[in-house]
């Protein structure tokens, strides 16, 4: 059911949210139509939390700046626009496999999007497409020389990781963090409440956005909304809106963000000061739903088809399947774009060679 149609008869259901990020993510489909299906439930965007503790000890401190010629940096204000070669000097120094301490984490996984929403960062912010969505062309955007290098830069985190890291998703990384077994673990923000432990306290624990490239930061966008069934009967409906009305109270919201670790979308609750004291997980969040800072993909009914392929192509490169991150990206692209003039949304053919490419 339209969202439109239910704001119009509960306009008290119609918030203003923080930025377009989430009504073109969680709300808007066709893309650019403005018509409204969804209704705001739990956005969520990328970080990378750290070992706060480590990073404020003074023997750490003192070995950092005799190794590197550089002060450690310890805080929000500094590592929140850390470029990304800095990050990585940092996580290279406390790399230390043989004393049970990995320098990073991150997701590879060829389960659901876990690969490609970690690995989109690094395309997006270093100038690379993933599709054209006014054509709905895949080939020759996603298989570029920028994609590809952006590839080897994500995969060659690689050693400075577990050796199973081609398997990781959002359970591992939790489990590997809060274990005490990782520096810092590149993490969806939303799960931030989890990344703590008796092991590793939430005192002991920092999260900040993603870094930069040479100033350029685009990451991607998780989450979801809620909808309502358009066939419900009318006590159904009636309930279903019931629902979001209670959703939305204060009160709900409150509970929600203040002890369950949700996070603030709207406007009214990301100027809330007692929501931005919750979690230190809750200020890189909004930071990185700013305009601009983050973007989705696919809002199509082949979504999943073409995220399998993708996910299947990517997550062999990580394990050695496919030789070549050019490799990956021609396989899916070409695959993708197939998907896509057969489904009447592109009256661009896919490439000649497509039904010969393996992985």
């Excluded at 930069?212 to 909808?227: D, F, R, T």
């Excluded at 009318?234 to 919201?253: G, I, S």
């Excluded at 490799?327 to 197939?338: D, R, S, T, V």
């Amino acid at each position: 059911m339209k969202a439109d149609d239910v704001f119009a008869a509960n306009p008290e259901l119609d918030i203003e949210p923080f930025s377009s990020l989430v009504k073109n993510t969680y709300q808007v489909y066709p893309d650019g139509s403005g018509i409204r299906w969804g209704f705001p439930q739990m956005p969520d965007t990328q970080g990378v939390f750290l070992r706060k503790d480590m990073l404020e000890d003074p023997k750490e401190q003192a070995a950092f700046k005799q190794k590197t010629g550089k002060d450690l940096p310890s805080t929000y204000e500094v590592l929140s626009n850390i470029e990304f070669d800095d990050l990585v000097e940092i996580i290279e120094f406390f790399h230390r496999p043989a004393k049970g301490m990995y320098g990073t984490a991150l997701m590879y996984s060829k389960e659901y999007d876990f690969f490609s929403c970690a690995y989109y960062p690094f395309a997006y912010s270093t100038g690379g497409k993933i599709w054209d969505p006014e054509t709905n062309n895949v080939y020759g955007i996603l298989n570029s020389p920028e994609n590809e290098k952006a590839m080897e830069q994500f995969v060659g985190l690689k050693k400075y990781q577990p050796a199973n890291f081609a398997a990781f998703g959002i359970g591992d990384m939790i489990d590997l963090f809060t274990q005490g077994k990782a520096f810092s673990a590149w993490q969806w923000l939303a799960v931030g409440k989890f990344m703590s432990s008796d092991k590793v306290p939430a005192d002991k624990v920092i999260s900040i956005p993603l870094p930069k490239w040479k100033g350029n930061l685009i990451g991607a966008m998780g989450g979801q909304p809620w909808v309502i069934n358009a066939f419900n009967d009318d006590d159904h409906m009636r309930v279903a809106v019931d629902v979001l009305k209670w959703w939305y109270t204060k009160e709900t919201q409150d509970k929600f963000i203040k002890e369950n670790g949700g996070l603030p979308w709207s406007a009214e609750g990301a100027a809330n000061p007692e929501y931005l004291e919750v979690a230190h997980y809750v200020k890189p969040f909004l930071y990185m739903l700013e305009e601009g800072r983050s973007q989705d993909f696919w809002h199509l009914p082949e979504y999943a088809e073409m995220l399998a392929v993708q996910q299947a192509a990517f997550n062999g490169y990580a394990t050695g399947q496919v030789k070549t991150a050019k490799e990956a990206l021609e396989y899916a692209a070409a695959k993708q774009q197939q998907i896509l003039y057969k489904a009447g949304r592109t009256e661009t053919p896919p490439p000649d060679n497509v039904d010969s490419l393996k992985i």
